[in-house]
Every structure is written in structure tokens, then in C-alpha cells.
């Protein structure tokens, strides 16, 4: 099987900076989806003409088909299958939950050392599902597993208190529920810095006015799951980078305790 590789070496075209590919093969390709680019077209920002989708088929020449979905402001591991099997078969890893997630968030306020947050959440119509949709709503179990690594309490004002504190965390998704990250962190009153529908909003100004950094710190950094055709165990990492990467060395944190138990 071919060694994990970072492939920019198709690009659609020189307007269209390339895709970082972080794993490809026969049957699937695994890429590092920048911040603020959509998967695929979606109801909700009908006025978008970049998706990854479009983008990485252009790039490789062939068709692709998602395995999964991130957030629009969510960077980091996209897993795309190369036939419509390949997808089923990956789709299903995920239905079973049996797809290994981590993720990293800048969330406002000091969370314990490490929890769960078990927390049903209600189904949400998805951005790619037509208006009429009558799928039930009813609450759903769903739990997210959290580890602080890094602190820092900043001596500026920005809520009703004389200093403001941050926190880095590792997170791991065990159901995967729409919004699931950004709901559990605001449900447990730590949302995520830069998340305009479920954060706060004088924090966010705060990052994007102060700290040179407007986008959504929350990071897919590692996706581990079993190769369709081989059965061998994949394990995809992830780097944040840009803005993310600044700003954790900004505060002086180290990403190097992730993945350590």
C-alpha cells in the first residue's frame, strides 16, 4: 500500500490553490480541509462556488465521493472514496462508530483536567437536506470525551471579569452528531472560539481584532479506520496550521502531549 504523502502535485488550476493531500491510494484519499471551505454545495450558502469536492475532483481527475462531512470552519482530516462502494463502506465504519476522532478546540474558560459530556442532542435538519424535511427531531444520545492540554488566563476585560481565561482541549466525538463538538462545549458552558452560531460573540471579536485569528479553532487532527479493501488499520494525521498554528504559539502551547495517554 502507498505511503502516507502530502500530494500537491495536481492542481485544478492556477487560480485554484491545490488541495494538501494527506493519504491517497486506489480506493480512497484522505485530504487537509482549509477553514471556511464547504464539502459540497449546501441549501444554506447557495452563493459559494468553491467545495472541496469540486475542487479535489478537478485536482486528481476523478470523482470522489465523501465519506463524511466537516463543519465549514472546521479544518483539518476529509476522507473521500473513489467508487460509490468504497463510500458505503466507509459510511458504514461511521454509522457503526467505529472510526477513531480526534479533534482540537480553543474554548473559552478552564475545563476540568478531562470529562464526558453526555448530553442527548436534537437532530438537526442537515444545510443539505431540502426545507420540507420531516425527520423527527427527537433527542439523540450523544457523548464527547475531553482532555485539557494547555491554559492560559490573558489580563483583559472582555466579559464582567478583570481577566479571561482559554483553555486547549483534545476531543474525541464517540457518536457523531450534527454540530456535536459545538453543542457539548457550549451545552457545558466552554463553547469554541470563533463558532458564530454557538460561541460568544465578544470573545470571537477579541481573537479576530486582537489575536489575528477570525476563523473557528476547532481542528480534525487524527481519523484512524479500516482500509475497505485490505482491512489494514489507517491511522491519518493532521497538523493545524495558518492562524490556529500561530495562535497556539502565540500562548506559547505545545501540541506535543496529543495523542499521549
Known sequence: ???????????????????????????????????????????????????????????????????????RGTSGTLLFALSPEIARQLGQQFETGSIGKRYLAVVRGHPADSGEIDHPLSRQRDDYEFQGDNTSREAQPALTRYRT?????????????????????????????RHQLRRHLKHIAHPIIGDATYGKGRHNRYFSEHLDCGRMLLASTHLAFKHPESGETMEIEAPVSGEFSALLARFGWTTARIGSQ
Not at 162 to 171: N, V
Open 149 to 177: 492540554l494547555a491554559t492560559i488566563e490573558l489580563p483583559v476585560a472582555i466579559d464582567r471579569y478583570p481577566s479571561s481565561r482559554y483553555a486547549l482541549l483534545e476531543l474525541e466525538p464517540v457518536t457523531g452528531r
Open 1 to 71: 500500500m502507498p505511503e502516507s504523502t502530502v500530494d500537491r502535485s495536481h492542481a485544478a488550476s492556477a487560480a485554484e490553490p491545490p488541495l494538501t493531500i494527506l493519504y491517497r491510494d486506489a480506493s480512497l484519499v484522505v485530504i487537509d480541509k482549509p477553514p471556511r471551505l464547504l464539502v459540497h454545495r449546501s441549501e444554506i450558502d447557495r452563493h459559494e462556488t468553491r467545495f472541496a469536492i469540486q475542487i479535489l475532483r478537478d485536482q486528481i481527475g476523478q470523482r470522489v465521493w465523501p465519506a463524511h462531512r466537516l463543519d
